[in-house]
Structure formats: C-alpha cells, structure tokens
Antibody
Framework: EMQLVQSGGGLVQPGGSLRLSCAGS????????MQWLRQVPGKGLVWVSR????????FYADSVKGRFTVSRDNAKDTLYLQMNSLRAEDTAVYYC????????????WGQGTLVTVSS | EIGMTQSPATLTVSPGERATLSCGAS??????LAWYQQKPGQAPRLVIY???TRATGIPARFSGSGSGTEFTLTISSLQSEDFAVYYC?????????FGQGTRLEIK
C-alpha cells in the first residue's frame, strides 16, 4: 500500500525558515511527479509547488516563488519543501501529494502538517 | 489562472437521498476535472478524475459528468460516510486550481 508520511511544520516567527518532509513507501518514488499544496484551515486547497521524478524540473506558485524550494532525495524516497522568509499568509496545513501519470490530479496524499507563522 | 466555482456552498440532504454538486470553470477545461472528498482533520481523497472515472475503491454510487465548463458530482444514495466537503479541481492548465468546496451535511 502506498503511503506518504509528512514531518516538520510547527510554529515559526515571520521571516523565519522551516523545512517540511514527505517520505514515500510502497511505490517507486522516483517515477512520480510530486507536489506540495496548502490549505488555510476552513478554506480551499491551493497548489504550491511541483517537482518531476529526477528533480530536474521545479515549478512554484507566484506567491512562494523565490522563498520556497522544492527538492527530493530519491535514495531516501523523500520529498522536501524548504520555506524561507515566511509570512503570516503562509500559515496553512501543507500537504504533499503524488501526481498520477504526470496528469495533474492527485491519487495519494500525505496526512498534512500545520505551519503557523506568528510572532 | 482558471477560476473554479462550486455550488451550492452547503447542501443538506437526508441519508438515502441523492446529492448533486456542481462545479463550473471560467474557461473550458475539456474533461480535465477531478473531485476530492475531505473529512475534518483528514487529507483530501480522490473520488473522480477525468470528469467521470471513479478512483480506486470509490463506490459506484458516486458518479461524475460534464465536459468543457460545467461539471456535476452525483451521489445516488447518501451513506453516513459520504457527508464531507467536496472539492473540484481542474488540471487542464497550470497552475491547477480548486473550487472553494461544497459542504455536504446531514439533514
């Protein structure tokens, strides 16, 4: 059974940094595009970032471009999101997700991790 | 960026009845439309992709239809476990975008 298990997150001050991780199991991790999405509690889902299987192609939402960096370590079957210069508006639950067949829809999701940016 | 609009915001239905949820796109997205179910404190779960294809493990009471700009998710006979928030998502163009959700509540 395919699983994505997230770690990281927590409370950070504005301007601070945080790294999220997403460990995959039960799949050939390197075969898949992976994503980060976020959701303000009680609100809708927003796409944040996307990375291809070998890590050579990376895409970002305009709202995080230049501040967030997506990466992966396929030897560890792990996806990362390095978040720098965090702002209050980055406060959300962050999800990693596996993109099915490079299609843009998401068949498997991590459990989510809350990031709170506040002083 | 393609805007997605869902209606109604809240739908109140009795168990055993049919629920019909709507999703509209600000421009044509062909059949590149997915539906997700989300329960409190949980990650979204894929229900439908390709506008009408049920995801693995999704019961036959769930069906999706539509193409272009108008889409519908129908749950034919609501079970207690179906009450949740449902989101539509277009993946025709990047960035992918989601609707604001329809909350399906028990009557």
């Amino acid at each position: 059974e395919m699983q994505l298990v997230q770690s990281g997150g927590g409370l950070v001050q504005p301007g601070g940094s945080l790294r999220l991780s997403c460990a995959g199991s039960g799949l050939t991790f390197s075969n898949y595009w992976m994503q980060w999405l976020r959701q303000v509690p009680g609100k809708g889902l927003v796409w944040v970032s996307r990375i291809n299987g070998d890590g050579t192609k990376r895409f970002y939402a305009d709202s995080v471009k230049g501040r967030f960096t997506v990466s992966r370590d396929n030897a560890k079957d792990t996806l990362y999101l390095q978040m720098n210069s965090l702002r209050a508006e980055d406060t959300a639950v962050y999800y990693c997700a596996r993109e099915a067949y490079s299609s843009g829809w998401y068949g498997d999701w991590g459990q989510g991790t809350l990031v709170t940016v506040s002083s | 960026e393609i805007g997605m609009t869902q209606s109604p915001a809240t739908l109140t239905v009795s168990p055993g009845e049919r629920a019909t949820l709507s999703c509209g796109a600000s421009q044509r997205v062909s059949s590149n439309l997915a539906w997700y179910q989300q329960k409190p404190g949980q990650a979204p779960r894929l229900v439908i992709y390709g506008a009408s294809t049920r995801a693995t493990g999704i019961p036959a009471r769930f069906s999706g239809s539509g193409s272009g700009t108008e889409f519908t998710l129908t749950i034919s006979s609501l079970q207690s476990e179906d009450f949740a928030v449902y989101y539509c998502q277009q993946y025709y163009d990047w960035p992918v975008t989601f609707g604001q959700g329809t909350r399906l509540e028990i009557k």
